[in-house]
């Protein structure tokens, strides 16, 4: 098949598991996939403002909160935003009940309430290593995702108090509190669309739960080594980890870039 397009999701798949870094081999494959002429797109939970590191490598078009906002260079390709007065009622709720809420405009903030697990939970899921702003006038801006941190007895609370939102766990500790609903796999076909390109066409490559419609939207779909069970089930290929150059190694065992070894970007 001749691919047009590669979705990466990006921590766990683009970016190294352990330490956060992009692998080396990482780069060079995406230079190569670029020089083909092949669309290069992230898919993350991050927010557009945590993705400098993508644009340094040269990604122009970004999947970002999840699906719920797309962008390609400074065109705004997708966008699904939630009400103000929802926005405004779920911080209610959540500084009363005392639960940490995080808000996905193209940047990233929250509400007042900073607990441990928050933290861990967003280490292990944006490589955040300290909290993100407090935002107390998010009621004025534009939303496109809310994550509500806390168990399945926290999340009964909300889905009781606002049965019209929905309530999608993609975390142990973590929930995306939606208006309307929101995939990664809604926002791969938005940027197909807008590309004019059909599924078949595109590859995937993805590490967690939240990467399942994505490889199951396109038409072929990888998973990382270090990928979750759930995930490889799916998946068309699995791959080596993120450690271990595994998108490197399946692009060119699947024969998309070049075999040779020692490919180096020139300068």
Same mark, same amino acid.
């Given at each position: 098949?001749?691919?047009?397009?590669?979705?990466?999701?990006?921590?766990?798949?683009?970016?190294?598991?352990?330490?956060?870094?992009?692998?080396?081999?990482?780069?060079?494959?995406?230079?190569?996939?670029?020089?083909?002429?092949?669309?290069?797109?992230?898919?993350?939970?991050?927010?557009?403002?945590?993705?400098?590191?993508?644009?340094?490598?040269?990604?122009?078009?970004?999947?970002?909160?999840?699906?719920?906002?797309?962008?390609?260079?400074?065109? /705004?390709?997708?966008?699904?935003?939630?009400?103000?007065?929802? !926005? #405004? &009622? +779920?911080?209610?709720?959540? %500084?009363?009940?005392?639960?940490?809420?995080?808000?996905?405009?193209?940047?990233?903030?929250?509400?007042?309430?900073?607990?441990?697990?928050?933290?861990?939970?967003?280490?292990?899921?944006?490589?955040?290593?300290?909290?993100?702003?407090?935002?107390?006038?998010?009621?004025?801006?534009?939303?496109?995702?809310?994550?509500?941190?806390?168990?399945?007895?926290?999340?009964?609370?909300?889905?009781?108090?606002?049965?019209?939102?929905?309530?999608?766990?993609?975390?142990?500790?973590?929930?995306? /509190?939606?208006?309307?609903?929101?995939?990664?796999?809604?926002? !791969? #076909? &938005? +940027?197909?669309?807008?590309? %004019?390109?059909?599924?078949?066409?595109?590859?995937?490559?993805?590490?967690?739960?939240?990467?399942?419609?994505?490889?199951?939207?396109?038409?072929?779909?990888?998973?990382?080594?270090?990928?979750?069970?759930?995930?490889?089930?799916?998946?068309?290929?699995?791959?080596?980890?993120?450690?271990?150059?595994?998108?490197?190694?399946?692009?060119?065992?699947?024969?998309?870039?070049?075999?040779?070894?020692?490919?180096?970007?020139?300068?």
């Amino acid at each position: 098949m001749d691919y047009k397009i590669v979705f990466f999701d990006v921590d766990g798949t683009l970016v190294n598991y352990e330490d956060g870094r992009i692998e080396e081999s990482t780069r060079n494959a995406i230079e190569q996939l670029k020089n083909k002429g092949i669309h290069i797109v992230a898919a993350t939970g991050r927010p557009l403002s945590m993705c400098q590191d993508l644009r340094n490598i040269g990604i122009e078009t970004f999947i970002t909160a999840n699906g719920a906002y797309v962008k390609h260079q400074d065109q /705004v390709i997708h966008k699904i935003p939630v009400a103000k007065e929802i !926005v #405004q &009622a +779920v911080k209610a709720f959540a %500084d009363e009940n005392k639960q940490s809420l995080s808000f996905f405009t193209e940047q990233l903030s929250m509400n007042n309430v900073q607990e441990k697990e928050t933290l861990k939970a967003m280490q292990e899921t944006l490589s955040l290593q300290e909290f993100p702003v407090i935002n107390e006038d998010i009621v004025t801006q534009e939303v496109y995702l809310m994550c509500l941190y806390g168990n399945e007895d926290v999340e009964k609370k909300y889905t009781s108090t606002f049965p019209h939102l929905l309530f999608k766990r993609w975390h142990p500790y973590i929930t995306n /509190v939606l208006q309307h609903d929101v995939s990664k796999s809604i926002a !791969v #076909q &938005a +940027v197909l669309d807008y590309f %004019d390109l059909s599924p078949e066409e595109a590859l995937a490559f993805g590490d967690g739960d939240n990467d399942i419609d994505m490889l199951e939207q396109v038409g072929f779909g990888i998973a990382m080594g270090n990928g979750s069970e759930a995930l490889k089930n799916v998946a068309n290929y699995v791959t080596k980890k993120s450690t271990e150059d595994g998108i490197d190694y399946a692009l060119r065992e699947l024969q998309i870039i070049s075999n040779e070894k020692h490919f180096k970007i020139q300068h």
